[in-house]
């Protein structure tokens, strides 16, 4: 733990790889989520990980959860070694509602409770809506959209109906304008926020909280690698953010804590754009980004 706080222009500490920070230096009070459980979907990696580590760190026990059993059994060793908190690996599909209701029975066998669900699983690549099969695209929206909606019912049956909770959807500002290559994701996304709002209205009567949190570029994450990250950054696309730079795991993680903890007890159906003002600003750059997917497609023949 460090206790040296940053300057307030500086972005806290991350790694780019799925492995936990060397060293932390506690903006919130360390048991801020204490005795609170998380069930978070793509746990494994990336900006779920990031999520674990930071809620663990304060004071909260974990079930990570992904369709890669050695990935989130891997992810959860990291995780209560560097925490000292108790994380379950457990596998199940979003697209598939019985795994999830199997996953969520187990947790609560194993902590008699689920506070908050941050639903953070996604599927996503670059690919022109002339040349998106019809499966594709259905893919996408049963992953993102579909995961979401699974996991948030099945939790809300089980637990928070009864219990009350949070719920905590990891979305993206793709639908705010119009994205090259990405129109399946947009859309997928655009329903997830649409589905905060309603969840919130709807499950708010039974203290059930539902907001979201939309990124822009992360650095460290599968998406900046898959999505073309190292060409964007290679055109200086970085620069034109009001920011001047990515965005880290971190970041994220701290804007997730705020809104599953009691700070944020009467916030409800928002979603927090954290993208340094990118959806605002970036480029679509059609020529270059189209050019760069037909050079993959054809190295991929």
């Given at each position: 733990?460090?206790?040296?706080?940053?300057?307030?222009?500086?972005p806290?500490?991350?790694?780019?790889?799925?492995?936990?920070?060397p060293?932390?230096?506690?903006?919130?009070?360390?048991?801020?989520?204490?005795?609170?459980?998380?069930?978070?979907?793509?746990?494994?990696?990336?900006?779920?990980?990031?999520?674990?580590?930071?809620?663990?760190?304060?004071?909260?026990?974990?079930?990570?959860?992904?369709r890669?059993?050695?990935?989130?059994t891997?992810?959860?060793?990291?995780?209560?070694?560097?925490?000292g908190?108790?994380?379950?690996?457990?596998?199940?599909d979003?697209?598939?509602?019985?795994?999830?209701?199997?996953?969520?029975?187990?947790?609560?066998?194993t902590?008699?409770r689920?506070?908050?669900?941050?639903?953070?699983?996604?599927?996503?690549?670059?690919?022109?809506?002339?040349?998106l099969s019809?499966?594709?695209?259905k893919?996408?929206?049963?992953?993102?959209?579909?995961?979401t909606?699974?996991?948030?019912?099945?939790?809300?049956?089980?637990?928070?109906?009864?219990?009350g909770?949070?719920i905590?959807?990891?979305?993206?500002?793709?639908s705010?304008?119009?994205?090259v290559?990405?129109v399946?994701?947009?859309?997928?996304?655009?329903?997830?926020d649409?589905m905060?709002?309603?969840l919130?209205?709807e499950?708010?009567?039974?203290?059930?909280?539902?907001?979201?949190?939309?990124?822009?570029?992360?650095?460290g994450?599968?998406?900046?690698?898959?999505?073309?990250?190292?060409?964007?950054?290679?055109i200086?696309?970085w620069?034109?953010?009001?920011l001047?730079?990515?965005?880290?795991?971190?970041?994220v993680?701290?804007?997730?804590l705020?809104?599953?903890?009691?700070?944020?007890?009467?916030?409800?159906?928002?979603?927090?754009?954290m993208?340094?003002?990118s959806?605002?600003?970036?480029?679509?750059?059609?020529?270059?980004v189209l050019?760069?997917w037909?050079s993959?497609?054809?190295?991929?023949?």
């Amino acid at each position: 733990m460090s206790s040296t706080l940053p300057p307030p222009d500086q972005p806290p500490e991350d790694v780019e790889s799925d492995d936990c920070l060397p060293a932390y230096t506690y903006l919130y009070s360390p048991t801020l989520l204490q005795g609170r459980v998380a069930f978070i979907t793509g746990g494994g990696s990336g900006i779920g990980f990031r999520i674990a580590e930071i809620f663990m760190r304060h004071g909260c026990d974990t079930i990570i959860v992904s369709r890669n059993i050695q990935r989130v059994t891997e992810a959860a060793e990291k995780l209560r070694g560097a925490t000292g908190r108790h994380c379950l690996p457990l596998t199940a599909d979003v697209r598939q509602p019985q795994t999830l209701t199997d996953a969520v029975e187990e947790a609560l066998r194993t902590f008699s409770r689920i506070d908050i669900l941050v639903n953070n699983a996604a599927g996503n690549f670059l690919c022109p809506a002339s040349s998106l099969s019809c499966n594709a695209f259905k893919n996408v929206l049963d992953i993102d959209t579909m995961g979401t909606f699974n996991a948030s019912k099945i939790l809300y049956e089980r637990y928070f109906r009864d219990h009350g909770g949070v719920i905590l959807n990891i979305t993206a500002t793709l639908s705010y304008k119009g994205s090259v290559l990405q129109v399946h994701a947009g859309s997928a996304k655009a329903a997830i926020d649409a589905m905060t709002k309603h969840l919130a209205v709807e499950w708010g009567p039974c203290k059930v909280r539902v907001n979201g949190i939309a990124p822009g570029p992360i650095g460290g994450t599968e998406g900046m690698r898959r999505l073309g990250g190292a060409a964007a950054e290679s055109i200086g696309m970085w620069d034109t953010i009001p920011l001047q730079r990515l965005g880290n795991k971190t970041e994220v993680a701290h804007g997730a804590l705020f809104l599953v903890s009691p700070l944020a007890s009467y916030v409800t159906g928002t979603t927090l754009v954290m993208d340094g003002g990118s959806w605002m600003t970036l480029p679509n750059h059609m020529a270059s980004v189209l050019d760069r997917w037909s050079s993959e497609m054809r190295k991929s023949k």
